[in-house]
């Protein structure tokens, strides 16, 4: 019988799977079932999760796996067959968003979405520039994976791609600074003899700390971008479905249309779903010469999960949910400023919620070693969450969308507790 402890379970990954992956905490959580906002361990505790986008709906949401047990049990094929089920989602996702986004096109993952967004903007665009944030994370295919700072040392942003600051300050300032260094970049590219393809980020800067203020700052740089003739990718991974509350994307905040938006992860609650939307004269060059296949994307299976996932979101008004739950938890845990040093500022929108800790007020110098002593006090105290950031020292907090008042309460305190602790 295999070895079920949890050093013969660490030991069995290492022999089986070797040193590329990586575990959350220095105590690994070991959960076997999931409900709600809750993971439960083999003795049956709760732990809350307050990270896991994935599941926006919550873990094991009963409609989805109707959904996806319905559709299995009669018919799975491709996209190279007719089908109903990816024109009505089609129709149905397209509906949420601006009439300029005409087509979607749907795959598995998100990291699959950004890498056929940057080659749709090439072939539209005829260049190759690829703008990124400084610490981006896009996906972990070659073309993405050397965009995307934030996955290591070892990573080596690829030639054609410039690392701007992150629209960090929250001020009127905001976005003139994110579109001069844009325009910096741009004429980096030209310089060098390389024609801008593609502004590509996510809406909510997750990796880069999460930077959401104020609503409206990404209006500049969107228009540097189309000036130099590139297309503005709005990767909405993170920051889609609802979970900023006050728009069903992130985008939509800044009062943009962008040329291509992708999704990934929440689109199915954890079924392996993603795609994008595109205007369609964007996607016209890339349609002309080249023929997309995916296997397993826009599949009947997963098409019927992604609805599902939208019936709830919709029909639940777990939007509005975001918004006000989200509020709630911002002022609960900026109040905990008022009696822990280490306790910066709580920002973000929605469901999508950074609080940054600082070694000292006065520099905003960060607390990095602090807030992994932090993360791991709260999992030893049932509550699941990371840090992000280039110098890992804010709380990233995105629970599912389900989250309700009390399970914020719980959060806060037990953070309190942790914070009093060290």
Not at 103 to 111: L, N, R
Not at 132 to 139: E, I, L, Q
Not at 363 to 381: D, E, I, M, S, Y
């Amino acid at each position: 019988m295999p070895d079920t402890s949890t050093a013969g379970l660490l030991a069995r990954r290492a022999r089986l799977l070797g040193p590329a992956y990586r575990l959350f905490y220095e105590e690994p959580f070991h959960p076997v079932r999931g409900e709600g906002v809750w993971l439960y361990d083999a003795a049956g505790t709760p732990w809350l999760d307050a990270y896991n986008n994935v599941v926006p709906l919550g873990h094991a949401r009963p409609e989805v796996v109707e959904a996806i047990a319905r559709q299995a049990s009669v018919l799975n094929t491709h996209t190279r067959y007719l089908h109903e089920g990816i024109l009505d989602y089609a129709e149905r996702l397209l509906a949420t968003m601006p009439p300029e986004l005409g087509h979607a096109t749907f795959t598995c993952t998100g990291s699959e979405a950004n890498d056929l967004a940057m080659r749709i903007a090439t072939a539209h665009t005829g260049g190759t520039g690829l703008i990124v944030t400084r610490f981006a994370y896009h996906g972990v295919t070659s073309a993405l994976a050397c965009a995307s700072p934030s996955l290591g040392q070892y990573v080596r942003i690829g030639d054609h791609v410039r690392l701007v600051d992150a629209p960090a300050g929250g001020d009127a300032d905001t976005g003139r600074r994110f579109a001069d260094g844009v325009r910096a970049a741009i004429a980096d590219l030209q310089a060098c003899g390389i024609k801008p393809a593609a502004l590509l980020v996510d809406t909510v800067f997750s990796s880069d700390g999460v930077f959401t203020a104020p609503a409206g700052f990404l209006h500049e740089a969107v228009e540097a971008i189309h000036e130099a003739g590139g297309v503005f990718i709005a990767d909405e991974v993170q920051p889609g479905f609802g979970r900023t509350g006050e728009a069903f994307w992130g985008f939509q905040r800044h009062g943009v249309v962008p040329d291509i938006v992708t999704m990934g992860k929440p689109m199915g609650n954890g079924h392996p779903v993603a795609g994008l939307a595109v205007r369609p004269p964007v996607m016209e060059a890339f349609g002309r010469a080249s023929r997309y296949f995916n296997t397993f994307g826009g599949n009947p299976v997963s098409m019927a999960a992604a609805s599902a996932v939208l019936d709830v979101i919709q029909h639940n008004g777990l939007q509005a949910n975001a918004l006000q739950v989200g509020n709630y938890l911002r002022e609960r845990l900026a109040a905990l400023g008022e009696r822990h040093a280490i306790v910066g500022e709580a920002r973000g929108a929605g469901l999508f919620v950074g609080l940054e800790l600082m070694a000292d007020r006065s520099t905003r110098a960060p607390a990095t070693a602090l807030a992994a002593k932090v993360v791991n006090g709260l999992r030893q105290r049932q509550v699941l969450l990371s840090a992000t950031g280039p110098d890992a020292n804010v709380l990233k907090i995105r629970p599912p969308l389900v989250f309700q008042r009390e399970h914020a309460d719980f959060l806060v305190e037990r953070l309190d507790e942790v914070l009093r602790a060290l």
